[in-house]
């Protein structure tokens, strides 16, 4: 069953299990609201602004830092894609060691990381029952090898999440474009998501394809959200699936405006399927640096609201499998520095693809390049100049936005206050030229339009402005120095909620002017 727009079965998930339960009452909250012919404007943005994240989903934007690993037939043929006949016995790397990656992905301040179990190539890296394409049939560990296992053991040892990537494009299976292959995958899933303990996230791309029959494969998603919700509750699923958009490119740079809550006739599966696994689906520069999914203009005439927020990912090589002839073109610190600013910073997750080499490591390349990033990150944010400044604002708990804590939050006095003005006086004069902006997303995405100035000269001059905050909203600018600055929020769908704000000052010099080089 090909799926357009938002299909029955995933109106359901939306509404299952952790899900709040649906709402239509002014002031409650839901993970979905359907918008009714009667509906004025000034309904919907109520809904819009109440709609917020389910558990898994609050879980998974707060992780704010992914990695993948991908690796597989393909890192021994030196492709990017592989053709489902390779022989299971070029798997065979010498040193692996599973512990290795997740250790660098943790040094690295990485959350979570996620397996290519199964690329579209069909070589499975489980001993799985399904298939004799798999590491069963190669030389590793004499046939004995389980990869999955390895690292999801891995994962539990070092205390960070555990993902699963199983492609639905699959080369090898003979039974790939007929009913059975949705069987298959059905048996695929249920071998992964109950012999390795938790799985955190479910990953899927759209990339659809013949196999050895020269047939197309219909997915059976919905069949497949059912399953991985039965099996694993508590999963994320993405970025074919109701939890998880892809943003929507795989250069690392996401949207200046991101709305998390977006129309649901919008969720057209179809078009993310045609677009998926491409170099750029859209270009992040230009007229499209300005596309917008969610604003009033494309909020006002959905059929309902849905809170589906963006995943943004890129390979810290210009491949996803390893290839030595790359190994001198991985990301600097510095590269991996703005596209963390333009992903996470852009109310996004950075999902970061690390490939092990040949030998089963993490390459000595990528080790310096995660390391050095991890060390601008630390300088950089390690202290907030914000910290104990005087707070000047008209509303309900101003303390809150200094107090680290992500669950409390300032708010005007009223749901009619859509406008606030936020001074902090700051200990002393300061020098900085980053600003970290956080909403409190379990209330809901409301802040439209932002400017942050500062006090010079007797007057106030404006550093910097943007449009949605979301969970995090980092921003760039040239250096100032200042005792007093403000926060005015221009709009916002009903009261706005303000988490945290932080004042940074950039361990990289001259980062703000690189901030549009992303080409």
């Known amino acids: 069953m090909k799926m357009k727009k938002i299909t029955t079965g995933l109106l359901a998930l939306l509404l299952t299990a952790t899900t709040p339960v ?15 012919p009667g509906d004025t404007e000034a309904d919907i943005i109520r809904k819009a602004a109440n709609v917020v994240p389910t558990p898994r989903q609050l879980r998974w934007q707060q992780l ?26 070029i798997f065979n790397p010498s040193q692996l060691d599973a512990r290795q990656w997740v250790r ?3 040094e690295a301040g990485i959350k979570q990381v996620i397996l290519t179990a199964k690329h579209h190539d069909g070589f499975c890296l489980w001993p799985t029952a399904t298939t004799e394409h798999s590491v069963k049939n190669s030389p590793w560990k004499n046939g004995q ?108 740079y996401g949207r200046e405006t991101e709305w998390s809550v977006v129309p649901a006739d919008n969720l057209d599966q179809n078009s993310v399927a045609a677009n998926s696994q491409q170099a750029v689906a859209f270009k992040p520069t230009g007229d499209m640096r300005g596309e917008v999914l969610g604003g009033r203009e494309q909020i006002r005439n959905a059929k309902g609201l849905v809170w589906y927020p963006a995943e943004t990912d890129v390979s810290i090589r210009p491949g996803w499998f390893y290839h030595p002839a790359e190994d001198d073109k991985v990301k600097s610190p510095e590269k991996l520095l703005d596209i963390y600013y333009s992903s996470v910073g852009r109310n996004g997750v950075l999902l970061l693809n690390i490939p092990p080499d040949t030998r089963g490591l993490i390459h000595e390349s990528d080790v310096k390049a995660l390391q050095g990033w991890k060390k601008l990150i630390d300088n950089t944010f390690t202290k907030n100049l914000a910290e104990g400044a005087k707070v000047k604002a008209s509303g309900k708990n101003k303390k ?68 949605t905050i979301g969970y995090k909203r980092l921003l760039r600018f040239e250096p100032v120095t200042t005792s007093k600055v403000r926060l005015r929020i221009e709009s916002s769908r009903l009261n706005p909620t303000i988490s945290e704000i932080g004042l940074y000052k950039n361990a990289l010099e001259g980062m703000a002017l690189s901030a549009n080089e992303h080409e």
């Open 22 to 36: 649906l709402a239509q009452e002014a002031g409650e909250k839901a993970n979905y609201f359907i918008i009714q």
């Open 400 to 467: 809150a936005m200094l107090d680290g804590k992500y669950d409390t939050h300032f708010t005007t006095k009223s749901e009619k206050d859509t406008t606030a003005v936020l001074e902090l006086r700051l200990k002393g004069a300061q020098t900085f030229d980053v600003l970290m902006l956080q909403e409190n997303i379990s209330v809901g995405q409301r802040v439209e339009k932002f400017v942050f100035e500062y006090w010079k000269d007797g007057q106030w001059q404006k550093a910097t402005e943007g449009t």
């Open 104 to 106: 660098v992905a943790k």
């Open 145 to 252: 090898g389980d990869l999955m296992k390895e690292v999801a053991e891995a994962c539990k040892e070092y205390g960070i999440g555990f993902g699963v990537y199983l492609s639905p494009w699959d080369m090898n299976s003979p039974v790939y474009g007929s009913d059975a292959y949705n069987d298959l995958f059905i048996e695929q899933l249920t071998e992964l998501l109950t012999n390795y303990g938790q799985i955190d996230e479910v990953w899927f791309d759209g990339a659809n394809g013949e196999g050895p029959n020269g047939k197309k494969q219909v997915y059976d998603f919905d069949r497949w959200y059912q399953h991985i919700r039965k099996l694993q509750p508590t999963a994320t699923i993405a970025i074919m699936g109701p939890d998880v958009r892809w943003v929507g490119t795989e250069t690392g």
């Open 64 to 89: 704010e830092l992914t990695a993948f690993f991908h690796v597989g037939v393909n890192t021994f043929t030196n492709r990017e894609w592989g053709t489902g006949k390779e022989d299971p016995a």
